[in-house]
Nanobody
Framework: QVQLVESGGGLVQPGGSLRLSCAAS???????????MNWYRQAPGKERELVAG????????NYADSVKGRFTISRDNAKNTTYLQMNSLKPEDTAVYYC??????????????WGQGTQVTVSS
């Protein structure tokens, strides 16, 4: 079973930075480079939203409008790890951040895994 473990969350002042990491393991019949990786977040009372995504090879990325220019997603396929560099943090970035892995096989089988989440709190 694929496992995703997030780390790097915490309390930061507005304007500060944090770097989240997502370590993936447990690939039995596939491997990390087959999966597109995403970061989602969920604030209290709100729906979970996609923050950023990166393709399996790392060649393309996408971001929510609210974080463009401030957040950067990257991956190290040699370490099975995805990162989210968050700069110029705002109080509205406060949420639980979740790592997500997605894969669709050539025959249409879909696989999706979630991490347990890491809390990010932006407050003075």
């Amino acid at each position: 079973q694929v496992q995703l473990v997030e780390s790097g969350g915490g309390l930061v002042q507005p304007g500060g930075s944090l770097r989240l990491s997502c370590a993936a393991s447990g690939f039995r019949f596939s491997n990390y480079v087959m999966y597109a990786m995403n970061w989602y977040r969920q604030a209290p009372g709100k729906e979970r939203e996609l923050v950023a995504g990166i393709s399996s090879a790392g060649s393309s990325t996408n971001y929510a409008d609210s974080v463009k220019g401030r957040f950067t997603i990257s991956r190290d396929n040699a370490k099975n790890t995805t990162y989210l560099q968050m700069n110029s943090l705002k109080p509205e970035d406060t949420a639980v951040y979740y790592c997500n892995a997605k894969r669709t096989t050539s025959w249409g089988m879909k696989y999706e895994y979630w991490g347990q989440g890491t809390q990010v709190t932006v407050s003075s």
